[in-house]
């Protein structure tokens, strides 16, 4: 009865030494108190009594949002600047024995590499400057916990607060601001708007004027073709007297009838001209001779 019982412990405290460790995990284990192995993913056994696993790590990315912490800037101003810290653990046995509680002097580090990196800001530098302030932290940070088995992988400054009268005076800055850029925009717009008018102005008066140019060359054009068309109608009818070789007797009774269609008009007196009397005459005579014959 008794070897079973002992058979029994022999087997629980066997089986007790078995370990099976999961993905993303390792132990840290020590043989009569000093540091023996690491133990990585899988199956391992630790003997009871003589080994002890002393630390459990996790070799996941772990995020570690910091409390704000005080800082002064270059310019005497003092702010809330808070951080999160992205790292990983790459060496369980430097981390499990590099140093005392690793969490609380990566937040120190932190704080105190912060405070340094401020302090040569002025407060508009330190709220525009984000991704310089987190650059360097994250490579002062990967270089001083490498001692640490502690990979810095990422650093970001989460939240920066100003003292409240600062606040407001940067509320008071940023509202002018934005009333003086609205004024200038105004301003543009109306100096824009002014200048479209004016060259529609411009454009319209210099079309005016060619419409104008264009119509009086048009009447000008058009009275050049009267005239030459009348002097070509003169021109044809004295030809055509020519070639009916009309004697100046002709052209004299021409004229005569010319005065004739003038007298029977509303003039009351008429002057005819000396070389036409002899024409009336030549006129009365024929007039004469005609009608006797007629008779």
Known sequence: ?????????LVVIFVSGIKIIPQSKAYVVERLGAYHRTMQTGLHYVFPFIERISNKVSLKEIVKDFAPQPVITKDNVTMQIDTVVYYQITDPKLYS???ENPINAIENL???TLRNIIGELELDETLTSRDVINTKMRSILDEATDPWGVKVNRVE???ILPPRDIQESMEKQMRAERERREAILKAEGEKKAAILIAEGEKESTILRADAQKEAKIKQAEAEAEAIVK???ATAQGLKLLKDA??????LKLKSYEAMVNVANGNATKIIVPSDLQGLVT???VLKETLTKEEK
Do not use: H
Not at 1 to 9: A, K, T, Y
Not at 245 to 250: A, F, N
């Open 1 to 9: 009865m008794i070897g079973i019982v002992i058979l029994i412990i």
């Open 110 to 112: 932190t704080a105190t």
């Open 97 to 99: 024995y590099g140093v």
């Open 230 to 232: 009348i002097q070509e």
């Open 245 to 250: 070789k009309m004697d100046e007797s002709v």
């Open 157 to 159: 400054v989460k939240n």
């Open 282 to 284: 030549a006129g009365t």
